[in-house]
């Protein structure tokens, strides 16, 4: 078993777009830390596209509750997630939209009480890692005032090896550190060329990161299957403290 780190392990979970699997890698990372006995929390500072007390259709819950379930939380959905917005826009249009003003203040007394007594902290974004909270602040903003090094979730498609390099360089031009780029399966479809490429192309192209793999799963609802999931595509390194 993994002992617990002495000082959380924190992780700001960004991607390469929307809808790529940021909330589905960070949940099988939640789950399978939980198997290896830590305490895992996480959070979804503000999350657009949801009306809240509205009994989902076709069973999606929002991402604030698949990943409370799956860190197995009892923190307030408040907590977890501060701000919900119901139009599926980026946080600065959709709060701009209906009047909300979304204070910095609010999440970081949040992030202090997410953190109480967790040994792995995942902190979920919103699509791609410069999408706008407000005029002046962006995820990468709120991730470096928070001083969380990065899970960079990669939608392995056509293009992704662009959206990747943006993102890394965006990340390094303002000193937060990528831990690992995670690139994840968007369908159990025959691979195309790209596909099959996309990871021996990372690698190569940056030699000096951690580059994972996430496969597709019949049952993302399902943490067992995500935590063996994460298990086997190499996860648990990001549970242990890395080296400095
Ligand atoms: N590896 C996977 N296996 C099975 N289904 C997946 C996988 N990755 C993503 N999905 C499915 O794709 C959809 C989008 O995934 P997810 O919600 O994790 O994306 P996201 O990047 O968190 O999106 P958002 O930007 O809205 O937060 C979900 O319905 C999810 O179940
Ligand atoms: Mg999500």
Redesign the pocket.
């Known amino acids: 078993m993994t002992s617990p780190p002495n000082r959380p392990i924190r992780l700001g979970v960004t991607?390469t777009d929307?809808?790529?699997?940021?909330?589905?890698v960070s949940c099988a990372l939640a789950a399978r830390a939980r198997q290896l006995g830590l305490r895992v929390a996480a959070m979804k500072p503000i999350e657009s596209g949801v009306v809240e007390h509205r009994v989902p259709e076709r069973g999606?819950s929002s991402?604030a509750d698949r990943l409370r379930a799956a860190c197995g939380s009892t923190l307030p959905m408040s907590v977890v997630r501060p701000y919900v917005l119901e139009e599926p826009l980026a946080p600065m249009i959709a709060a701009a939209r209906t009047g909300v003003q979304i204070d910095i203040a609010v999440l970081d007394a949040a992030l202090a009480l997410v953190e109480q007594d967790a040994d792995v902290v995942l902190v979920?974004g919103?699509?791609g890692l410069l999408v706008p909270i407000d005029l002046r602040v962006s995820y990468l903003d709120l991730f470096a005032r928070w001083q969380l090094p990065l899970l960079l979730?990669a939608g392995n498609k056509l293009g992704v090896l662009n959206h990747v390099l943006l993102t890394v360089r965006a990340a390094e031009t303002a000193g937060v550190p990528v831990r690992a780029i995670v690139l994840?399966?968007?369908s159990d479809r025959d691979a195309t060329v790209a596909e099959t490429t996309n990871f021996d192309a990372l690698v190569t192209l940056l030699p000096h990161y951690t580059i994972l793999r996430?496969?597709?799963?019949d049952r993302?609802d399902d943490l067992d299957i995500l935590a063996a999931a994460a298990e086997g595509g190499g996860l648990d390194v990001l549970l242990s403290p890395s080296s400095p």
């Open positions: 991607g929307t809808g790529i699997g940021k909330t589905v999606l991402d979920e919103a699509g979730v994840t399966s968007l996430f496969p597709w799963v993302p």
